[in-house]
């Protein structure tokens, strides 16, 4: 069930927000100053990036309504039928034998994935004639299982106060490893799309159309290199923050015009640190 991930609709929905976000900020740098040929390039980029992600995220949300009709329609072939003058009338529905004795929608189960024929957590869909439908939870795989091949997760009581503390030292040990995860690799730009590539048997329209997707795309990877630029000092700056405790050095530095208990600027009127009324050398 391994694979390239793929952004959910919120993922896309945050991500078109941010990059908007960041054009209104761009233009706003190019009213101050119209000449900027690095301004003018970031607001075509971010542009393009904008037109595509609208784009994944119109597909997105199209595919998800494709997903919805086709549980519907699983429902549609369902028929009811009872028998009139029995103390007992019953309902059934013809092709779901013992559906009172099914789990309810929405369950969390554990069920075999057909490819690989391993137990994985999952959340009960819908019902179908031979079984459920289930979406694996962190996969985002779904397709239709066999009652034999679904089971309950049984969960063990949690004491509250513990499972706090797991949480948040789980927390804590993550963000340390994504600073030094950042702070240590460099960026990897993704590989184009399958679908975004031109194959010899394109007609001239699907290419020119592919272009500009594939010039959108690395405009992206270029926009996205760059916030891994910055990320990646200040990831690095937060690492150094976390350590300084322990190999902090202060002198004095030859650069500071003048130097006092409230007041420390450099040449261009920059103000460092202070700490101990001394002048904090970070280099």
Request: with cysteine; net charge negative.
């Amino acid at each position: 069930m391994q694979g390239e991930e793929e952004l959910t609709i919120d993922d896309l929905a945050s991500n078109l927000s941010t990059y908007k976000d960041q054009l209104r900020q761009v233009r706003q740098l190019l009213v101050d100053d119209p000449e900027n040929a690095e301004y003018a390039d970031m607001q075509k980029e971010l542009e393009e990036v904008i037109a595509l992600t609208e784009e994944l995220l119109l597909t997105a949300r199209q595919n998800e309504v494709s997903a919805q009709d086709t549980h519907a329609n699983a429902t549609e072939s369902l028929s009811l039928s009872y028998t009139k003058g029995r103390a007992n009338d019953k309902v059934q529905l013809e092709g779901f034998p013992g559906l009172d004795e099914k789990l309810p929608i929405g369950s969390k189960v554990q069920a075999v994935y057909s490819e690989d024929g391993e137990w994985y957590e999952a959340t009960i869909e819908a019902y179908t004639p031979n079984g459920y439908y289930v979406s694996y939870d962190g996969w985002g795989n779904k397709e239709e299982v066999d009652p034999d091949n679904v089971r309950v997760i049984e969960k063990s009581p949690v004491n509250p106060l513990l499972e706090a503390e797991r949480v948040a030292e789980a927390t804590k040990q993550a963000i340390k490893q994504k600073i030094a995860h950042a702070a240590a690799v460099d960026f990897q730009p993704k590989r184009l799309p399958e679908k975004l590539q031109i194959q010899p048997d394109d007609p001239e329209d699907v290419r020119a159309a592919k272009k500009k997707k594939i010039h959108a795309f690395k405009s992206k990877m270029r926009l996205e290199e760059r916030e891994a630029a910055q990320n990646k000092k200040q990831n690095a700056w937060q690492q150094f923050q976390s350590t300084k405790g322990r190999t902090k050095k202060v002198h004095t530095h030859t650069g500071w015009t003048r130097c006092g208990i409230h007041t420390c600027f450099d040449s261009q009127g920059l103000a460092p640190l202070l700490r101990n009324k001394e002048c904090i050398c970070l280099s």
